[in-house]
């Protein structure tokens, strides 16, 4: 057994200690729960310490709730698809008229609502704000975020709205533990607290606790019999002088020689597949193709080059020739006649079903919105922004921002189902963690440094393919620098 246990340990890089192996040879089913610990592991250490086996049974990573989770899922099929209501292309019923954009918030609305209503943390049902207003006691109600500021003496106002045109003043106290999370306009957010103010003027509530709605702290990965891994290609931008050839090359060749022993047989790549034309003043400097129908075709033949085992989704971002309103719709036929057929053309963003897995892949616009907006965010560390997308469970809330959003009946934007695998791209940047269970990827990027990008001493990290073990969650960043 002991054998059994550390060379399940060594396949995957890593040694236990002596202190780490008791703990998991005490266990009733110690290959099972090794290899639970190894694949909730966070930051994939090459030292496997009693500390990181006991965070596995409780805390952060609770990889083993109970004996009967040990049980591998079964993947429900080899083979990736689109989620159904996923995917905008096609379902596009926006004209951008005023009534659009009512309908488009009230489903944000009433989506993002029915998850916070149903966390244990709220306890309970809300009410309308209207009627919370004249109540005497505590209440519970969730509203959209109108705006947000701070007070001479440090509090914090935000204005609420809800479905029934409700509307009041929330104020967190400058010593309440909420007075740092971050609070963006139009994000939706349940409140506990008690109504203050005298008579028809009252309007404000106090804050007790702010409810974003966030995914539970024991959601996790189940380990299914999964084999096969997916990996993701983001901002690849065919068609700019800066585009790494060489590295791109050496990626190729590694996929080869590599991809049918690690079973990679999904391929993403997350949004500005190419660079594009008139994307900013100046780009024709920047093109070796500049022609956007060129540009696609270059991309269809590099996609040639990969192992027909592979299937592969394209996804547009930014910089491709779809309309730059998010949702956006996958490429269109004019484009994407030269594909081969194992390449799926999706919408932006998208839930993708691969082998059971729910992979949400964003190009990540909204990313850019994040960091202006919210002081403690930054390029360096595109991950903490995707964490908050998940706790706000949306990806692009605030309107009126860079990122353009298309005032569809649904929202398309709403993290609503949680996702076992979550990846952007547009930033450039390459880091993985995982949060709440979830495989959270800023996938790299095919494009060196850009005169734009040197010019704002901004540093993209290049050539890194990240991989993700559908069965056991392990991720590895391939360098191709
Ligand atoms: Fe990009
Ligand atoms: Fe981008």
Not at 140 to 169: A, F, P, Q, W
Not at 290 to 309: C, N, S, T, W
Not at 341 to 358: H, Q
Request: proline share 6%; with cysteine.
């Amino acid at each position: 057994m002991r054998e059994r246990v550390l060379s399940a340990a060594a396949r995957r890089g890593m040694f236990l200690s002596p202190e780490a192996l008791e703990i998991v040879l005490s266990n009733s089913d110690p290959p099972a729960f090794i290899n639970n610990v190894l694949s909730n592991l966070a930051n994939n250490p090459m030292f496997v310490t009693e500390e990181d086996v006991m965070g596995c049974l409780s805390g952060d990573a609770p990889a083993f709730v109970s004996p009967k989770t040990i049980a591998p899922r079964n993947k429900t099929r080899s083979d990736m698809t689109v989620i159904k209501g996923t995917d905008v292309t096609g379902e596009s019923t926006c004209e951008g008229k005023i009534t659009d954009f009512a309908a488009y918030f009230q489903d944000r609305y009433a989506r993002l609502r029915k998850i916070i209503v149903n966390k244990r943390a709220f306890g309970g049902g809300d009410m309308p704000i209207e009627n919370a207003l004249r109540m005497d006691r505590e209440i519970r109600i969730v509203g959209m975020v109108g705006d947000v500021r701070d007070t001479k003496n440090g509090h914090r106002i935000m204005s609420l709205e809800d479905d029934k045109g409700g509307h009041c003043k929330a104020l967190i106290l400058n010593d309440s533990p909420h007075i740092r999370d971050v609070i963006v306009n139009d994000s939706v957010v349940g409140v506990i607290g008690t109504p203050s103010g005298q008579g028809s003027k009252r309007d404000m509530i106090i804050v007790k606790e702010l409810i974003k709605p966030d995914v539970p702290e024991t959601n996790r990965w189940e380990p299914s019999d999964s084999t096969a891994s997916i990996a993701f290609l983001s901002d690849v931008h065919v068609g700019s002088t800066t585009f790494l050839e060489k590295e791109w090359k050496r990626m190729m060749d590694w996929l080869k020689r590599n991809s049918v022993e690690r079973e990679i047989n999904y391929l993403v790549l997350p949004g500005d597949v190419v660079d594009g034309i008139g994307i900013f003043p100046g780009q024709e400097e920047e093109l070796s193709i500049p022609d956007i129908y060129g540009q696609y075709a270059r991309l269809a033949e590099y996609l040639k080059d990969v192992p027909d085992h592979i299937l592969i989704a394209v996804q547009p971002g930014n910089h491709d020739a779809v309309r730059p309103a998010e949702p956006q719709p996958a490429l269109g036929k004019v484009f994407t006649e030269a594909f081969d057929s194992n390449v799926i053309m999706t919408a932006n963003p998208v839930y993708l079903d691969v082998e059971g897995r729910k992979v949400l892949s964003y190009h990540g616009r909204s990313i850019d919105d994040w960091i202006a907006g919210v002081q403690q965010l930054t390029y360096e560390d595109p991950l903490a922004v995707m964490r908050e997308m998940v706790s706000g469970r949306h990806m692009a809330p605030s309107y009126g921002q860079r990122t353009a959003l298309a005032p569809e009946k649904k929202d398309y934007l709403v993290i609503e189902e949680v996702p076992d695998i979550f990846v952007t791209g547009h930033v450039h940047g390459a880091g993985q963690m995982v949060h709440r269970g979830i495989r959270m990827i800023n996938a790299s990027t095919w494009q060196d440094q850009t005169d734009y990008q040197k010019r704002h001493n901004f540093n993209p990290s290049p050539a890194i393919m990240p991989v993700v073990h559908l069965g056991t969650g392990r991720v590895t960043m391939e360098n191709f620098a």
